[in-house]
């Protein structure tokens, strides 16, 4: 069993690493985003793919100083797929986005809309300073999802600063995104947690204090 389970991590870890774990279903999204993702099987070693996501942002150009204003961030929607690497995905879960509360703001309300496609629930939370999504449900192999639209309140900083907002993470030990794929193989289970960040900054919205 031992050398089935390291098999199967090994193969599941290097077709996420060929093909990535996610397809777009949309076309090209207002800000496309690059991430570089890590995928780290139970046995074996870790495996690196990029994914490419895509978020839909709606915030002011600008606002005046001391003023309130929102900020929407909506992510695509996303294919998981039947099979990685000869092996089927069962499902992904525990999916966890992550945006930093903006520089140059104050946060004084977070909500979320929408959202299709998963099991669960979700919920939204501020943590040190990072505006957390947490998906409690899963998402089964070949199954479209979208994450919920997340709306930031804000009011606005000193005159001439800049607000921006976008998606956390700086290293796979810092990531912005994080999810878990379960994988069958014979008559258990292989669960593969898998972090990702930006591969480069991006800016999902840019708001001007004038």
């Known amino acids: 069993m031992t050398s089935a389970l390291r098999r199967a991590s090994v193969v599941f870890a290097g077709g996420v690493a060929a093909v990535g774990l996610f397809a777009p279903t949309a076309a090209a999204a207002d800000t496309p985003v690059v991430l570089a993702c890590q995928a780290t099987p139970p046995i074996g070693s870790a495996q690196t793919f990029n994914l490419n996501a895509g978020v839909n942002a709606a915030a002011p150009a600008t606002v005046t100083a001391g003023s309130q204003f929102t900020v929407t961030l909506a992510p695509d929607a996303l294919t998981v797929p039947t099979t990685v690497g000869g092996y089927s995905i069962q ?5 966890v986005l992550t945006v930093p509360v903006p520089a140059n703001a104050t ?3 977070e909500s979320l809309t929408g959202g299709s496609g998963y099991s669960g629930s979700a919920s939204v939370a501020v943590n ?36 921006s907002t976008s998606v956390a993470g700086t290293s796979y030990a810092d990531p912005g995104l994080t999810f878990t794929a379960t ?14 960040y930006p591969a480069t900054a991006q800016a999902l919205s840019t708001t001007t204090v004038s």
């Open 128 to 163: 040190n300073g990072n505006v957390v999504l947490t998906v409690n449900g899963s998402v089964g192999g070949g199954g479209t999802f979208t994450l919920p639209a997340l709306t930031l309140n804000l009011a606005a900083g000193a005159s001439g600063s800049v607000i």
């Open 91 to 95: 499902s992904i879960s525990n999916i």
């Open 107 to 109: 946060l004084t309300g």
């Open 183 to 196: 994988v069958p193989v014979s008559f258990f289970t292989v669960d593969v947690p898998t972090a990702c």
